[in-house]
Structure formats: C-alpha cells, structure tokens
C-alpha cells in the first residue's frame, strides 16, 4: 500500500468520491447517489474476525435493502484475493457475499476516507464505518480497532434511527430502538413552550418538561420488522 496522504472527514461532509475496482467489477461513490450506503472497511481478506463479519453483514443484507441501504466494504487487498476470499466463504459456509467489497491495493480510498490508523497499523484499515444518505452526505462515523468485530444490530438501529429522524423531524432517545418512543425537538419559541406545558395532548406528546417531550410512533413502518419472519435471518438481524 502506497503512502497517500489521509483526508480529514466530519460529518455534514459531501461523501468523497472515487472509482476503484471490485468484486462486482469498476464502482464509484457517486453511483450509489439517491440511496443510503454503509460503506466499511476492514483489515484484510481471509482473516478469522473479518470472516465472522462479513457472514453477519450478508444476514443482514435483506435488511439492509428493506431500508433502501447498499452494503459497500473495502480493503486494501487484491480483486484476485477478495474473489478468493469470497468465495471460500461459501465453500465453507454456503452464505454468498452479496455486496461488492473495493480492492484499495494503493490505499487510495482509504486515504479519502481516513481509513488507516498510522498509529495502530500504516498497512492495513481499521473497521471505520461510514454511514452515506441518499444526498451523499456523510451522516454517521463509526471506527472499530483491528481486534474487535462490529454488532451489526447496532449498525441497523442506527441507520433506521437516522431514517425515522428524516422523516418524522424526531430525535432519538439513549438506547433507543425501534418501536420505543422518540423524541421531539426542543421548543424554540415561547408560543411552543406554553403549548407543550398546558396541552401536550393535543400534540400528541408526553411531557416530562418543556424540554423532555416523547411521541409515539408506533404507526411508522420504521418500528415494524423490514424483512420476513421466516427468513432464516430474521432472528439474526434483529437482536439488539
């Protein structure tokens, strides 16, 4: 992996884009545009915790497209290796890889997306995670060290918490999860105070305070199960 020069990412950045190679042939960032992308690196090809990721990302995938989310993983190993990879994933396991994983061999990508933790490994990425919305915008940044594997569950319920934040003009809760009550933003005007301390039911809220309002959604999609029950990964996908 060649030394490039890393690129500082926050949030509300315009996702970098890129053509690179992969196992389902050339891919750009910008392909993906009116769609949500989970776009993971991870430290190398035919390694035991990577292995172990990638079968719960493939259990997961009909899930992830229920939410209108594309699956995206990199490393900085060959096409050749990742084929090989892949495919002895299912010798051994019968689970196909159902997303396109990007051979990053000059550490190109994984500069843009500050992928490499020089001060862990300048040879390999760390497990970072990046959470891409239908406008390219960079949403949510997860990074995870070599040794340990991510919960893909959490992935989950943070892209639906996202979504239902979109489209409900909601926030979310600490440990919330789908099917639990939202929040609602903070009143910004006395006339909203006033309402939410006199008639919250009318809003359809549940005031703890002016500032500590709940609703429930339990009519939204988002709180219901996006994939069959008889799946055989339904069980997987969902714990939390």
């Known amino acids: 992996m060649e030394q490039n020069q890393c690129h500082h990412l926050s949030l509300g950045m315009t996702a970098p884009d ?11 960032m910008c392909d993906y545009k009116g769609k949500w992308v989970v776009f993971f690196s991870h430290p190398g090809d035919f390694t035991p915790v990577c292995t172990t990721e990638f079968l719960a990302f493939a259990e997961c995938y009909n899930e992830f497209q229920c939410l209108g989310c594309e699956l995206l993983g990199l490393s900085v190993d ?7 990879w892949v495919n002895d994933i299912y010798q051994i396991t019968s689970c196909k890889i159902p997303f396109p994983v990007i051979a990053d061999r000059t550490g190109k990508v994984a500069a843009l997306y500050n992928m490499v933790a020089p001060d862990v490994s300048s ?24 040794t340990n594997g991510r919960y893909i569950p959490e992935i989950l319920r943070l892209l639906k918490a996202m979504q239902t934040t979109d489209q409900y003009d909601v ?11 939202v929040l609602v933003p903070a009143a910004k005007t006395v006339a909203q105070l006033n309402e939410r301390e006199t008639n919250p039911e009318k809003l359809g809220l549940e005031c703890k305070d002016w500032f500590l309002c709940y609703k429930d959604l339990k009519d939204c999609p ?7 029950k008889n799946h055989n990964t339904y069980k997987n996908c969902r714990q939390h």
Request: avoid cysteine; proline fraction near 12%; hydrophobic fraction near 35%.
């Open 171 to 181: 926030v979310t809760p600490a440990n919330w999860i789908p099917g639990n009550k």
């Open 18 to 28: 890129f053509t690179e190679n992969s196992t389902f042939g050339p891919i750009s």
């Open 78 to 84: 060959s096409n050749p290796s990742h084929l090989a």
């Open 123 to 146: 040879q390999e990425t760390v497990r970072n995670v990046y959470f891409i919305d239908p406008n390219q915008k960079i949403r949510a940044i997860l990074v995870y060290p070599l």
């Open 222 to 228: 988002m709180n219901q199960p996006t994939i069959q």
